[in-house]
């Protein structure tokens, strides 16, 4: 049976392109949602992009009727912009304020209650990726929903992890030590594994044996981790994971590694090791690029006194602290005379890196959960030749207003890439800051 969904402004500013997402069935946008839109469209960050859009696509459909009226789209379903559709009463009687959220709460509600009185009423779904709103339809006695096309995954336990365990016979934790592979049809399993997923094989009878694999790229063998358990510029992996990830951001062969992980698991501590190795040590590339999200990406940062690089520092200081860290620094101030004096390496805000071409890099986006789809894409279409990228944050820990642990950038791209050759994906689990993080990061 085909329905009728009601956009919230919240959707369209999320997905321009969430108008084809209902297939045969008709999507009603209200008068008020046109409002919102246009007060948006001349913002300079991707919300206003958004806006724009939205705005270029609803101009084309005029094209084909009035909006009004209800147009019809390429898959079947139809298109209608309601102007008002009865009245605000219902909804005022039950919140009194008038507010767009109201008002758009008003169209939905009365074309529920307009389709129970018909012979075969057709349901009605306000779609909002607005909590609060979809609770004030839900006490309305309304279907609502959150926006879920965008979707990678269902949930932050269904998004890859980059590594798995394996109950085996001993016999075959055996053939590995002796052949230093195995094919990874001879584990017998009913899924498969993924190029650079790490496998961890234990003894199904129970003894302490083990080994710890990586896919090949492409995802026949099994073969022994490339890199000893040594230090990186003074860090050593502390659990499996944190070894896993050395392995994916010292390989040159892998250009883009992500790494996901509660706040205290070592992701920005382990990638700036690595790209100094890399870039200080090894020469393998010219730079190490630094750069962060000032959330929400776009954000005119103007407002705060004194030059850029002042301006920055406050979105910026987790990096320093981790350089800090890793340059042994005594004094305040010092990490800027190194900095300074290296030349290889750069702390940039991620609205002055869209646009330009970057070879020969190694770069490293923090808080990559912060963006969104089209902005990792533009961010990643940007590495040059010969250029390394590692997209890492917590997919739970997320500031942007639209973005969720199974809707953003980071979470997008690691599932789009878990079956590319070129990608390597680890999460790592275990905190290592100290004691109270690890305990502060499970219970809050």
Same mark, same amino acid.
């Given at each position: 049976?085909?329905?009728?969904?009601?956009?919230?402004?919240?959707?369209?500013?999320?997905?321009?392109?969430?108008?084809?997402?209902?297939?045969?069935?008709?999507?009603?946008?209200?008068?008020?949602?046109?409002?919102?839109?246009?007060?948006?469209?001349?913002?300079?960050?991707?919300?206003?992009?958004?806006?724009?859009?939205?705005?270029?696509?609803?101009?084309?459909?005029?094209?084909?009727?009035?909006?009004?009226?209800?147009?019809?789209?390429?898959?079947?379903?139809?298109?209608?912009?309601?102007?008002?559709?009865?009245?605000?009463?219902?909804?005022?009687?039950?919140?009194?304020?008038?507010?767009?959220?109201?008002?758009?709460?008003?169209?939905?509600?009365?074309?529920?209650?307009?389709?129970?009185?018909?012979?075969?009423?057709?349901?009605?779904?306000?779609?909002?990726?607005?909590?609060?709103?979809?609770?004030?339809?839900?006490?309305?006695?309304?279907?609502?929903?959150?926006?879920?096309?965008?979707?990678?995954?269902?949930?932050?336990?269904?998004?890859?992890?980059?590594?798995?365990?394996?109950?085996?016979?001993?016999?075959?934790?055996?053939?590995?030590?002796?052949?230093?592979?195995?094919?990874?049809?001879?584990?017998?399993?009913?899924?498969?594994?993924?190029?650079?997923?790490?496998?961890?094989?234990?003894?199904?009878?129970?003894?302490?044996?083990?080994?710890?694999?990586?896919?090949?790229?492409?995802?026949?063998?099994?073969?022994?981790?490339?890199?000893?358990?040594?230090?990186?510029?003074?860090?050593?992996?502390?659990?499996?994971?944190?070894?896993?990830?050395?392995?994916?951001?010292?390989?040159?062969?892998?250009?883009?590694?992500?790494?996901?992980?509660?706040?205290?698991?070592?992701?920005?501590?382990?990638?700036?090791?690595?790209?100094?190795?890399?870039?200080?040590?090894?020469?393998?590339?010219?730079?190490?690029?630094?750069?962060?999200?000032?959330?929400?990406?776009?954000?005119?940062?103007?407002?705060?006194?004194?030059?850029?690089?002042?301006?920055?520092?406050?979105?910026?200081?987790?990096?320093?602290?981790?350089?800090?860290?890793?340059?042994?620094?005594?004094?305040? /101030? &010092?990490?800027?005379? +190194?900095?300074?004096?290296?030349?290889?390496?750069?702390?940039?805000? *991620? !609205? %002055? #890196?869209?646009? @330009?071409?970057?070879?020969?890099?190694?770069?490293?986006?923090?808080?990559?959960?912060?963006?969104?789809?089209?902005?990792?894409?533009?961010?990643?279409?940007?590495?040059?030749?010969?250029?390394?990228?590692?997209?890492? /944050? &917590?997919?739970?820990? +997320?500031?942007?207003?639209?973005?969720?642990?199974?809707?953003?950038? *980071? !979470? %997008? #791209?690691?599932? @789009?890439?878990?079956?590319?050759?070129?990608?390597?994906?680890?999460?790592?689990?275990?905190?290592?800051?100290?004691?109270?993080?690890?305990?502060?990061?499970?219970?809050?």
């Amino acid at each position: 049976m085909k329905k009728i969904f009601v956009l919230d402004t919240n959707v369209l500013l999320h997905d321009p392109n969430a108008i084809f997402a209902f297939e045969e069935h008709e999507v009603v946008i209200p008068a008020i949602v046109l409002e919102e839109i246009d007060s948006k469209k001349r913002n300079a960050d991707e919300i206003g992009r958004n806006a724009r859009g939205v705005s270029r696509l609803l101009d084309g459909f005029r094209e084909k009727g009035h909006l009004h009226n209800g147009v019809l789209l390429d898959h079947g379903g139809s298109l209608k912009v309601e102007l008002n559709h009865r009245s605000f009463v219902r909804v005022q009687e039950m919140f009194g304020e008038i507010t767009n959220d109201n008002r758009i709460l008003a169209v939905a509600l009365n074309y529920h209650f307009e389709q129970q009185e018909l012979e075969s009423p057709r349901p009605v779904v306000l779609v909002s990726k607005d909590v609060l709103v979809r609770i004030k339809a839900d006490v309305l006695g309304m279907t609502a929903q959150d926006y879920l096309s965008d979707r990678t995954a269902a949930g932050p336990s269904d998004i890859y992890g980059g590594y798995c365990s394996i109950k085996v016979h001993p016999s075959i934790i055996d053939q590995f030590y002796t052949y230093r592979y195995l094919l990874v049809n001879a584990l017998g399993l009913n899924c498969s594994l993924y190029p650079h997923e790490f496998v961890i094989l234990k003894d199904e009878m129970g003894s302490g044996k083990s080994a710890l694999l990586k896919v090949t790229e492409d995802a026949s063998r099994l073969e022994p981790l490339y890199l000893s358990n040594e230090p990186v510029w003074g860090i050593n992996a502390r659990n499996a994971q944190q070894r896993m990830a050395l392995e994916l951001l010292l390989n040159d062969e892998i250009p883009l590694v992500t790494i996901t992980g509660k706040a205290g698991t070592g992701k920005t501590l382990l990638a700036l090791a690595a790209g100094l190795l890399k870039v200080e040590d090894e020469h393998k590339y010219k730079k190490l690029l630094i750069a962060r999200p000032v959330v929400p990406m776009g954000k005119d940062i103007g407002y705060l006194p004194g030059e850029k690089e002042e301006k920055l520092r406050p979105w910026m200081q987790p990096i320093y602290d981790n350089l800090e860290f890793l340059f042994d620094t005594k004094k305040s /101030g &010092d990490i800027d005379k +190194i900095l300074m004096g290296l030349g290889s390496i750069q702390v940039e805000a *991620l !609205t %002055y #890196i869209r646009g @330009r071409s970057i070879p020969a890099q190694f770069i490293i986006v923090d808080e990559a959960q912060n963006l969104s789809r089209h902005e990792v894409k533009t961010i990643v279409s940007r590495v040059g030749e010969g250029s390394k990228i590692i997209l890492m /944050g &917590d997919p739970e820990q +997320i500031d942007h207003p639209y973005l969720d642990a199974a809707s953003n950038g *980071l !979470t %997008y #791209i690691v599932e @789009r890439f878990k079956n590319q050759g070129i990608s390597g994906h680890i999460t790592l689990e275990k905190g290592e800051r100290s004691k109270l993080a690890q305990i502060a990061a499970d219970l809050l």
